[in-house]
Every structure is written in structure tokens, then in C-alpha cells.
């Protein structure tokens, strides 16, 4: 997929993962809108990427993902600046088992909501151009981690959502072709935690320290997916042992046959 002239609209790009995979879209010739909840750091990270993009191909607008309003003003925002918008990304995220009902209103419900946003915006049997919904969500999505379970909980409960649009039968009329990145750890202020923040703090740390990857490793295993037109419905997991590497790689539905459900590592028939 040619990203240049695309336009971008992504949740919680104010820092972190977001403004990472922002700037990647941008250097590909992308255009981009981002939301955050953070207006300080979201328009400072607006000024700093008009400056070495342009001023017309990125901005920013406040917004809560789990305000059912304001997700919607700011996605019809973009919709509005561009004409429409062709990849819709969830990212926007928070990790904190104090406030688990508030995750999950950020995690599970922000993300199904934007995925739900930009489907009705997309969807070629309603008018729309189509498109891909990409979903930054976690590898704690794809099994189980006793020292967050609610926020594992809201991960699942994104890959569930995805992976029952990516398999309609319906799939190809909409013309939207679905995706989720499932990082482990990653170096981003989300791993600065208070004591309860989570289970098991300091167990945590010491396998974070071992295992964490960098924002850059997420952006390349992004990249990687949301121009691979011959993905829909994939989990790319990306971890130092298995960066940027398909848990599952789904074809595109053909000829009305469910396809085939990759659920392992090993190489898609045909890639090295
Ligand atoms: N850092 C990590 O170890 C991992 C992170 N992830 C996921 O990656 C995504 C991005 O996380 P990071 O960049 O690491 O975190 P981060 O905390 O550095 O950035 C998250 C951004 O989302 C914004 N945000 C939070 N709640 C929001 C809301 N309700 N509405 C709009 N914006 C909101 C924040 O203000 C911030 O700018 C999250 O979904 C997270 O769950 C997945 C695996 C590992
Ligand atoms: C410290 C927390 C910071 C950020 C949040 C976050 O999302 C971090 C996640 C870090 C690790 C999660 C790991 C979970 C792993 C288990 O669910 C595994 O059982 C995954 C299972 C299979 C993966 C596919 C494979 O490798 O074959």
C-alpha cells in the first residue's frame, strides 16, 4: 500500500507509540490528524512535527476516546480537513488497575468505539471509500498476565471485536481491511508506575528490563502491516524474540471461503 497522499486520523498521539507511528506515516508522504487527551504535550508535539513536515499535512485536536462526543467531533474533524479519512488507528491507552472501570472505558470501549466510528465512515455498501482500521492494542491481548489482568482483559476484548469484522462474510463489501500490533513491553512513559499501579511491581520491572523493546521496534512491525494489502484480521506480535512477526496472518476473504487462520509463528506459505 502506497501511504503517500493517505489521510491518517490516530488516537493518543500526543507521545509514545502514537507520535512514533504519526511521524513514520508523515515521512511516507501520509497526512495526519491526531487526538489526545494531553493538550499541552498534544499541540507541543503538533508544532514540533509541523516544523519538520508542513503545516497543512499534520494536526491536532483534544479529545477523550471513551467520550463517545468528542471521539466523534474529532474523527468528523479529520473527515472535514481531508475529505475523508483512509486508515483509522486506535492507539490511545492507559495502564492502571486502580482505575480498572476507567481502562476499560479507554482501552476496550474507546477503541471498539473508534473502530465502530470509522467503519460507518468507510464501508463501501454505505457510500464510503473504504480502508484499514489499525489497533495498537498489546501481546497481553493474545494470552494471559496475572500482574494486569483487567488491562489484558480490555486488550482481548479488542482482538475479539476486530477479528469478528476481519472474519464477516461481509468483509469484502465493506472494503476494510482490519489489523492489530501486539507489542511487549515497550520503552515509553508507561512503564513509569506507582506501587498498585499494577500486581507485582518490581517482578515486573525486572522482566520489563530484560524484555522491553523500543518505540522504533513497534513503528517498523506498524509499518510493516498496514502496507501488507494481503493482511486482514493479522496480530503481528512484536518482542525481541519475535519482532514484527505474524501470530496470524489472515488472507483477504476470497470467493466467500472462510480463509485460513494463521496461529503461530511460523512463516506465511510463500514469505521467508
Ligand atoms: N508501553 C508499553 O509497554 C505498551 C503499550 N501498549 C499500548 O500502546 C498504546 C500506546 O501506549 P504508549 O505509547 O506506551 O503510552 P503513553 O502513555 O506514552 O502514550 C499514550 C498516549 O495516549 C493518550 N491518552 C491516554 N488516555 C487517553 C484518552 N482517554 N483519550 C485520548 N488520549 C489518551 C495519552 O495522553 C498519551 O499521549 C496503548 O494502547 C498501550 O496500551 C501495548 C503494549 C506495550
Ligand atoms: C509493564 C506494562 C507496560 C505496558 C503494557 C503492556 O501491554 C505490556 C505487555 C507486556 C507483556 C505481555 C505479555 C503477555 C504474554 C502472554 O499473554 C503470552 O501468553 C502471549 C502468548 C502468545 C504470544 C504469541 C507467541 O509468541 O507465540
Redesign the pocket.
Known sequence: MNLSGKRVFL??????????ISEALLSKGAMVMF????PG??KQTEEELQKQYSSDSVSFIK?????SQ??KAAFEAAVTKFGAVDIHI??????DQRIWERMF???AI??IRGCQIALEHMRRDKGGHGGVIMN?????GLGSSYWFPA?TAS?HAVIGFVNSWAESPYQPQHGVRWGC???????????NMEENQIYDLSENQKH?ATH?VQ?SD?VDAFMKLVQDENSNGALME?SRENNGVYCRRQLVYMNNVSPPCFMDNLPFPGQT
Open positions: 488516537t493518543g498521539g500526543a507521545r509514545g507509540i502514537g507520535r512514533g487526538c489526545d487527551i494531553n504535550t498534544g479529545a477523550d476516546v471513551a467520550d468528542q471521539l486506535n492507539n490511545a491507552g492507559i495502564l472505558a479507554v482501552n474507546g477503541t495498537v492494542v498489546s501481546m497481553g488491562y486488550k500490533v501486539c507489542p511487549v513491553s515497550v520503552d515509553t512513559e508507561m512503564l520489563t522491553k518505540i513497534v512484536v
